[in-house]
């Protein structure tokens, strides 16, 4: 079975700066896909970043990018320039990849809030 | 296009009740999932379909759950005889199968239950 751990339940940072959220992950799998998913108050989960195992690249997105160490198991999401729209729950997510539709098993959320 | 819908979007019912919920994926999605959110248990996944096979209820926590998905589209949650700790927010995810781009799961807002 598959875990995915993040360490920081809380976190802040002030608007116009960075912040990187971690996440761990144990699996035996080789392949696999990562997610970071928010949450704003709305309840709906807004996906933020994708990335898949067997490439070393680091996907970024905009303001988003990843470090991605696959030796290590690690998933870390880093913003640049905070926006107070930023402001959610973020969720580090794993799926197997089966070649087909596969669920996914979430960490338990970092709560980011931007300040001014 | 349109995203995920989910109905209702909140839910409030006495215990011992049944209550079914619906989701509606996003237009050629052949994958649907269900995962629970809740205080104390974080994401759960409970239940996925993925075109006519047979569906993945290994995340069912009882019996009193099921789900079925209708014609490869419109999947209803059914919770029977409800009890207090089902209250929670319960969420919709549709993805393509895989076996090309990243299967994606892309979320609707969500039914929050609340069991009195």
């Known amino acids: 079975a598959q875990t995915v751990t993040q360490s920081q339940p809380e976190m802040s940072v002030q608007e116009a700066e960075t912040v990187t959220l971690s996440c761990t992950y144990d699996t035996s799998e080789n392949n696999y896909y990562l997610f970071w998913y928010k949450q704003p108050p709305s309840r709906q989960m807004i996906l933020v970043i994708r990335q898949e195992a067997y490439k070393q690249q680091n996907a970024t997105e905009n303001r988003f990018s990843v470090n991605f160490q696959k030796a290590a198991k690690s998933f870390s999401l880093k913003i640049s320039d905070s926006q107070l729209g930023d402001t959610a729950m973020y969720f580090c997510?794993?799926?197997?990849?089966?070649?087909?539709?596969?669920?996914?098993?979430f960490g338990t959320g970092t709560r980011l809030q931007v300040t001014l | 296009g349109a995203g995920v819908s989910q109905s209702p979007s909140n839910k409030v019912t006495e215990k011992g009740k049944d209550v079914e919920l619906r989701c509606d994926p996003i237009s050629g999605h052949t994958a649907l999932y269900w995962y629970r959110q809740s205080l104390g248990q974080g994401l759960e996944f409970l239940i996925y379909f993925q075109g006519n096979s047979a569906p993945d209820k290994s995340g069912l926590p009882s019996d009193r759950f099921s789900a079925e998905r209708t014609g490869g589209s419109v999947s209803t949650l059914t919770i029977q005889r409800t009890q207090q700790e089902d209250s929670a927010v319960y969420l919709c995810?549709?993805?393509?199968?895989?076996?090309?781009?990243?299967?994606?799961?892309?979320f609707g807002p969500g039914t929050r239950l609340t069991v009195l």
């Open positions: 995810a549709s993805s393509t199968s895989g076996g090309g781009p990243i299967p994606t799961q892309y």
């Open positions: 997510a794993f799926m197997r990849d089966t070649g087909t539709a596969s669920k996914l098993t």
